[in-house]
């Protein structure tokens, strides 16, 4: 269903630049006409093609947002989907520099943060590290996040997580937390259901 009106969308917009750009591409209005007919056609027709061509740019944009969202779900079907997020709580303990992630004792993402990157996870920002295709059954995530920690001190601390997966989609979230009572971060891993 989702196809048939992806394909009616593009069809209409092929037709709709097809015939912005033979508009474009018109005679001259015939000599016969007056001066002030002409003239008062004149101004309307490049506000109408203006109008057309905006119209045309705005499908374009909702047929590309279209086609991602299409491309999304043939890649990575909700029954064998996992996805993984990265998140921070105040983070005034530790300063994230880069995670890596093994997923059955194979390394699916190594990322690297920019300080940018940092400053939008400690905003409440929530990053997708990773989307893939997961068999059901039981698997293990190992997740090792380094940084520096308390005292300016290089810090490598890692977490593990084992979940089944079933036939619907996973989402795991990484969450870094500050630890009042033990001032030092804390690394936990969220199974979302």
């Known amino acids: 269903m989702f196809f048939i009106r992806l ?9 709709a630049f097809a015939s912005t750009a033979w508009a474009a ?3 001259a209005p015939a000599a016969a006409a007056s001066a002030p007919e002409a003239a008062a056609s004149a101004p309307a027709r490049p506000a109408s093609l203006d109008a057309r ?14 086609l991602l969202v299409l491309e999304e779900e043939l890649l990575f ?24 992630i093994k997923l059955d004792d194979k390394v699916i ?21 990773h989307v893939g295709n997961l068999k059901s059954g039981e698997h293990e995530i ?18 593990t997580i084992r979940f089944e997966k079933g036939t619907d989609a996973k989402y795991i ?12 971060p804390e690394f936990e891993v969220k199974v979302w259901q």
Do not use: W
């Open 77 to 100: 079907p909700a029954n064998t989907q996992v996805a993984l997020f990265v998140s921070m709580d105040v983070g005034k303990l530790f300063e994230l520099e880069s995670v890596q």
């Open 109 to 129: 993402t190594n990322y690297l943060y920019t300080p940018l990157e940092v400053q939008a996870l400690h905003r409440g920002g929530v990053q997708r590290v």
């Open 173 to 184: 979230e990484l969450q870094i937390k500050d630890s009042a009572g033990k001032l030092q």
């Open 53 to 66: 061509i905006q119209e045309v740019k705005g499908d374009v944009i909702r047929l590309n947002r279209d």
């Open 25 to 27: 591409d018109a005679p």
């Open 142 to 159: 190992v997740a090792f996040f380094t940084g520096k920690g308390p005292h300016d001190r290089d810090y490598k601390r890692g977490t």
């Open 7 to 15: 394909c009616r969308a593009f069809a209409a917009l092929s037709i």
